[in-house]
């Protein structure tokens, strides 16, 4: 085996699975495809390609075949995960890992296969996502930027929805990109014209609810690539050797290690095009996006509980709005500057940003962890049951803030702020989020926190950044008094409103 310090070959890889058809099936590995690229030159130097045999061939559904075509009798004769596993290994641990939304999906379904067999899953020096990388840099020109449509655009013939060819055409839709990038750099004034939205490019409108076909090519997306969740590019702290005037590795992100780079006003003044370093910190600006947005609280953060009456906890929000006091007709939503030029979508109630407050209500659900950000910290969330006065106001919102968007041109998938589970409809939950800010290597939450014992509120001001000891505040059945903003977000093709806390204050039981 070639020593990781060595391995300087991109590895490319997709994987095609099983479709789940039921809430908490798992995904079965079907096919595992890779390539090997020199980052000098962009060539192919080796490939591997196999199909896999699930654990269990009752995975395969008529769905699963449907979108890519590997059927029960294809695999049943394949080799096992664990027969593969070495081979698997060798060829991505300690390379740059490289695929169009790999780190929520293909990344996801590696290291569950080799969690199955019992083994140790394989680690990359960096990775890159090309459906971030693209969507940031190259623009919409691609409609919705899924690698069906990308291959259209650039006339590379309908997507197999198969490994190898899939990897193949990932790097060929790379050199694609970089290709009229570094064009569109030569004549900036000229070729730049119009470029961020393509004639082909595909959008839905009230009046066009579904992409037409004739702009997406024959292939269709499958459903397993639907759910490869849009992620940011990120790279490991192991990868210290990243070219950083490189067409391709200059695309990863720095790490949990590195310093971002500074972008200062000269950067944004005369923006070369085909320039990918300023990427990095602009990619880790947006996977900070919720969070970046909100002001930052004053405090020495020092340890202490400062005591404060019941009135005085709840004083200085009094823009925020009990349900009760929201006109529905009196709603509204603007597009707003936001950031580098962009605008976002911004809630009002006559004429103000719209902002809420609850108080009593429930949590459902405690914190949650299961998303990070780019330096593995978690984005930490909680549910709470929602009343039907509170529902009746942010399903209006998401209503109206939806419309806008589709109106707007927006082709993203809206995702609805109040949850509805099947079974339990009359139960609804909303998801509400504690925004994290980092200064230097100190990370801290904006939220400010009470808690309220004997009609006596306390601020808590925490010493460090600890997840457990704030999941110990947020147990199920509490009770809280929330005032929270509604912050639309649109970004990497999902879009909604994020419900994000100003101030909790948390009753005794």
Not at 461 to 488: K, N, Q
């Amino acid at each position: 085996m070639v020593p990781s310090e060595e391995r300087s070959e991109i590895a490319f890889f997709d994987v095609e699975t099983t479709v789940p058809t039921r809430p908490g099936q798992r995904f079965g590995l079907l096919e595992f495809g890779s390539i090997l690229v020199c980052p000098k030159k962009l060539v192919e130097l080796e490939s591997y390609s196999t199909l896999v045999q699930p654990s269990d061939l009752s995975l395969i559904s008529s769905l699963s075949v449907r979108c890519n075509g590997i059927s029960r009798d294809a695999v049943v004769s394949a080799p096992a995960f664990a027969q593969i596993a070495d081979r698997v290994y060798d060829i991505l641990h300690g390379r740059i890992w490289a695929g169009h939304n790999i780190l929520r999906f293909d990344c996801a379904r590696i290291r569950e296969a080799f969690a199955e067999i019992n083994r140790p899953a394989p680690e990359p020096k960096g990775t890159i996502d090309s459906l971030a990388l693209l969507t940031q840099r190259f623009g919409r020109r691609a409609g919705d930027m899924k690698m069906a449509s990308l291959a259209t655009y650039f006339g590379l013939g309908a997507q197999t929805h198969r490994s190898l060819d899939d990897v193949r055409m990932n790097l060929e839709v790379l050199k694609y990109c970089a290709t009229v990038l570094f064009l569109e750099s030569s004549l900036p004034d000229i070729l730049t014209t119009n470029s961020w939205i393509s004639p082909n490019a595909t959008t839905r409108s009230r009046s066009n609810g579904k992409a037409s076909r004739e702009a997406t090519g024959p292939s269709t997306s499958s459903p397993s690539s639907s759910a490869k969740i849009e992620v940011a590019l990120t790279s490991s702290p192991t990868n210290n050797t990243i070219e950083e005037n490189h067409p391709i590795l200059s695309l990863m992100t720095p790490g949990a290690g590195e310093e971002a780079p500074n972008l200062t006003e000269s950067d944004f003044a005369q923006p070369n095009t085909f320039d990918m370093r300023p990427l990095r910190g602009e990619m880790e600006k947006e996977s900070l996006r919720p969070d970046d947005t909100m002001e930052e609280e004053s405090g020495s953060g020092t340890p202490e509980s400062s005591p404060a009456s019941a009135s005085e906890a709840s004083s200085g929000c009094t823009e925020f709005l009990d349900p009760e006091e929201i006109s529905i007709s009196s709603v509204s939503a603007v597009l707003v500057p936001f950031y580098r030029g962009q605008q976002r979508i911004q809630m009002l109630h006559k004429g103000s940003a719209l902002q809420i407050c609850c108080n009593g209500l429930k949590v459902r659900f405690g914190l949650s962890t299961k998303f990070v950000d780019h330096t593995g910290r978690p984005r930490l969330s909680f549910a709470v049951d929602a009343s039907p006065n509170l529902c009746r106001v942010l399903d209006a919102c998401d209503n109206l803030a939806q419309r806008f968007s589709m109106d707007s041109g927006r082709s993203s998938d809206w995702r609805a702020v109040v949850t509805r589970k099947a079974g339990f409809w009359n139960l609804p939950t909303i998801r509400l989020h504690l925004p994290t800010i980092v200064v230097g290597d100190t990370a801290r939450w904006i939220t400010e926190i009470y808690q309220n014992e004997s009609r006596t509120s306390q601020r808590l001001v925490f010493s460090r950044y600890d997840v457990e000891e704030l999941d110990a505040l947020f147990i199920p059945g509490t009770s809280v008094d929330a005032y929270f903003s509604l912050d639309p977000y649109d970004y990497q093709q999902n879009a909604g409103i994020r419900l994000v806390a100003k101030k909790l204050i948390l009753q005794s039981n």
